[in-house]
């Protein structure tokens, strides 16, 4: 009676010790959950979405980012701005320096990745497994429980490798492989695509310089023409209202050339732009007069678009969606069929164990373990390999067709090209005779007014007629270094041709 009091005293010692440790740690529990509660409104409320529709949105997190965006490296390149640029090294700078070209760079080098994290299902996976745990129990034999701690490490090398798939893994590899080729040829279009926007900025710069001296020189006929009215009206041999209507003339010439010089501006920032670097930059480039203007075409429409079918890197992206879908459609393929998997188990496993606290620890240590061959065949999924494998079947065949319809986009865009140059050429001829035509008739016009047998309107309209014809020969040649880019650009030609850089 007297044991069993003792047994009964020590067991409401341990249950209020027990009682005490949950208090504890309830009391802790509910000091995490409190502090948790009071942190989270303030996160929270810098998170939220803006208060009202009628106000800007501002908050500490917005200074942090401007913050942030003042300590950005400026990693663009510095422009001479007393070097004149060729449209070479024009075209080098922007591959070297554009970030598109960086941004497809790496693109191509995550797909990359992706294709080594497919290859490496053809290998086994090791895993290294630590374990110790302590086991604190009470045990109940005959009439008493009885304290029982047994302390267990434990180390584990896990292997487990799939034997073999029915071909899902290289339905997923051949997947990896066609989508990396798709990205490179991505990068390459990347290419292809920078180089066509900065000769097309090139060339309305061109442009744009071309129509100032044009411009400037409309205004020096002008200012001609003006004088030689104030010379004639004081001696008499005209009349108040041709000068003045020289005097417009000039103003007019005057705002002419201000509004071209605003598009050479905006030209020439778009041109830094493309290369990688400021707007703002200064930077001098080879004028119209230095670049030879081609009269002819040197091959056929039809061999165009022959280069254009055999090297356009949009279309052979597409070709390579066709191969990536045919990996999914094997992969898919593969789940009709059972999967045989090794597991391979070995354990160094070492246990302490002690007894009530009269007795001394136990111990006991070995090499334990296991191996296993797993056979896993999926019966019945409800159709979902089925909806798989025909949706991989549809996304083939909606890459087969995107193949065609690129292929017959790719035609009409050579030959609008092919056409465009052919029109430009013409337009070329057209324009140098009349420019020549205007010019003999504005200085036969001149003459005769200075003689008294023309009238001014005459002069003004043969002034006119000249700043035109000046105009449209500086638009005639630089439309036809432009077709001819675009010409290039349809059929790839602009990153066939020449050895430049295979990445930035």
Known sequence: MRTAM????????????????GVKRTHILAGAIVCLVLSTPRDASSQAAPASPDRPWHSSQEQQLQDQMKQLRDSRPSIDPTK????????????????ETRVAWESARAQMAALGVARSELYPTLSAIAFSQTDRTEIYFGTQFYRQAVQTFEGTLELSYVVFDFGARAGRIDAAKAELLAANLAFNDTHRRLIYEVEQTYYRLLNAMGQEQAARANLANAQTVQQAAEDRLKNGLATLPDVLEARSATAQAEYDVQTVLGAEEIARGDLTTALGTSAAASIQVQPLDQIPTPESISDSVDAAIDRALQHRPDLMQQIANVRSAYGRIKEARAAYYPT?????????????????????????????????????????????????????EANSRAADAQVDAARDQITDQVWTAYSNLKTALRQRQSALALLAAANQSYAAALEAYNSGVRSFLDVTAAQQTLAQARSTDVLARTQVLNVLATLAFQTSDAIELGTRRSRP
């Open 6 to 21: 003792r047994l009964g005293g020590g067991g409401n010692e341990k249950y209020r010790m027990a009682s005490w440790r």
């Open 84 to 99: 004149i640029y060729s449209l070479t090294e024009l075209i080098d700078l922007a591959e070297s320096h554009n970030p």
């Open 340 to 392: 045989l998997s090794l597991n391979v188990t070995p354990t160094a496993q070492s246990l302490y164990a002690r007894q009530q606290q009269a007795f001394p620890w136990g111990h006991t240590a070995g090499l334990t373990g296991g191996l296993a061959l797993s056979l896993n065949w999926t019966v019945f999924d409800g159709g979902a390999r089925k909806n798989r494998l025909a949706q991989a």
